[in-house]
């Protein structure tokens, strides 16, 4: 049974254990072709960020359903110009089937989906990136073939990316240890949220010892180390960072399996070295490529395709 048509999907939080397993088995057979269900609905696209891999992800996945995206970038509509947020959402309501948004205040996500009877999907936010998490469990799950057991490391700042990476860990049973430069640590109230869901199943830890962090992981991860929006503090980052580096010497304290992930775009030569990035054990490009996947069974999902 479908438990996710017409939900929303704000947090990864707001699935079970359950449902995150079905999102990626049934990514993994969309992927292999041994599904292809159809769905002629309109996907609109709220995006104030800029972005590459997530629009072009999510606009291939809905036409490769068979239904029709509608990009509605502030700058060209009534938005840009001050009409409220609720205004706007009552009125896509009623047009479109589904709405994926970019935004950053988490609190704006909420604020649509509460005046909004359509699905909607937190396509990156200030507070967590679920898409993003959902493309890298599946790409560790084709990796090692499954996720129970597993370990993840995931090393920079602890933004949203980690966020989601934390919930989506716990819900599948894979260890994930989160290192940071002191003062750069996840929300203290995520933290104990992830643990909650967790449930023993795995560990979910943050430290300030990358190395420590990265010893006999199966996945190292990093991401860039200022967010959208906080380019001014880029030049006073770096120096914290920088110990952070993903690099061959980290790597070499993982499990001689591990594999190398980045949610892109990359700086390289900062958060991660092109050694690394390009090396043999990156799945950097199948973890952007699983993006169109994941999101393509999780539009399946909340439209009732499938």
Known sequence: MNTLKGRDLLSLADLSAEEMRDLLDLAAQMKAGRTNPRCEKVLGLLFSKASTRTRVSFSVAMYQLGGQV?????NVTQVSRGEPLVDTARVLDRYLDVAAIRTFLQADLETFASYAQ???INALSDWEHPCQALADLLTMQECFGQLPGLTLTYVGDGNNVAHSLMLGCALT???IRVATP?????DAKLLEQAKALAGGRSEVTVTHDPVEAARGSHALYTDVWASMGQESEADDRGPIFQPYQLNDDLLAKADSSAIVLHCLPAHRGEEITDEAIEGSQSRV????????????ALLARVLGAV
């Open 173 to 175: 049973g894979v260890n």
């Open 70 to 74: 509608i990009d509605l970038n502030p």
């Open 285 to 296: 490009w199948d973890q952007a490529e699983n993006r169109m996947h994941a999101q393509k």
């Open 118 to 120: 359509i699905p909607v």
């Open 182 to 186: 002191p003062k750069f640590e996840p």
